[in-house]
């Protein structure tokens, strides 16, 4: 089952001064499965988060068509020390989407509740703000945030890049055993081709605003065509892997 379907996306921005245009998504077209992670690689200004706003209905195409069959959608940012407000308490934080679809407050407690044990954060987390924690635990808190309203589809924005190898795996695995539980589907945003291959079942890769290479993961990573996709594994050929 389909869960999004882009249909020759464009969307151009005014360049420098109002002088030309900057081709940020030109005439991407995909498909994205349910329960199914997949990953949009590039390079910065390639594109990627863009097109990730478009699919959650930030922003709007110029041309072309997002067809989204989720009914809920949430987001997961890159940084997890802006991404939270600093005068919250994590309580407040996470039960926000909860609140503002006017739920009943037993049901958002005992929601709120479920949300924090799915990340594996201590009860006693609720009544604390993110400065007492650290990037790792500030980062399960923005995924308990998403998770509470039990969406269908999440767009993860370069969600490990500001945090070390080891909590980088961490939070991985967290995301792929909250999707085994409740078949959430991913769009993983990363330029970091060695967190794409743990997490994503299928791979698109970006530059400058167009798909220049798209498959399963295995086959791109290990079999790659285009020259900047190539490009792009050079880096990142002579670093360990993430494992298990």
């Known amino acids: 089952m389909m869960i999004v379907k882009c249909e020759n996306i464009k969307k151009f921005f005014p360049g420098r001064k109002g002088v030309g245009a900057v081709k940020a998504v030109d005439g991407v077209s995909l498909e994205i499965k349910k329960g199914r992670t997949f990953g949009l690689v590039g390079e910065s200004g390639s594109g990627k988060t863009t097109l990730g706003k478009i699919m959650l209905g930030i922003l709007k195409p110029d041309s072309g068509k997002v067809v989204l069959t989720a009914k809920r959608t949430q987001a997961i940012f890159q940084d997890p020390y802006n991404s939270l407000d600093p005068k919250?308490?994590?309580?407040?934080?996470?039960?926000?989407?909860?609140?503002?679809?006017?739920?009943?407050?037993?049901?958002?407690?005992?929601?709120?509740?479920?949300?924090?044990?799915?990340?594996?954060?201590?009860?006693?987390?609720?009544?604390?703000?993110?400065?007492?924690?650290?990037?790792?635990?500030?980062?399960?808190?923005?995924?308990?945030?998403?998770?509470?309203?039990?969406?269908?589809?999440?767009?993860?924005?370069?969600?490990?890049s500001s945090l070390d190898v080891t909590i980088q795996l961490q939070i991985l695995n967290l995301l792929k055993d909250i999707q085994k539980r409740f078949s959430i589907t991913y769009l993983f945003i990363s330029h970091d081709l060695r967190a794409v291959k743990f997490i994503c079942d299928e791979i698109a890769v970006m530059r400058q605003g167009k798909i220049v290479e798209e498959g399963a993961t295995e086959d791109i990573y290990f079999n790659p065509t285009d020259p900047y996709t190539r490009l792009l594994l050079s880096s990142v050929l002579d670093v360990y892997p993430l494992k298990t």
């Open 88 to 160: 919250m308490k994590v309580f407040d934080i996470i039960s926000e989407g909860l609140v503002l679809k006017k739920e009943p407050r037993d049901s958002v407690i005992k929601k709120v509740d479920e949300a924090l044990e799915l990340v594996r954060l201590p009860k006693n987390a609720l009544n604390k703000y993110p400065h007492q924690f650290s990037g790792g635990e500030r980062q399960r808190i923005a995924i308990g945030r998403a998770v509470v309203t039990h969406p269908e589809f999440i767009v993860c924005d370069e969600p490990v």
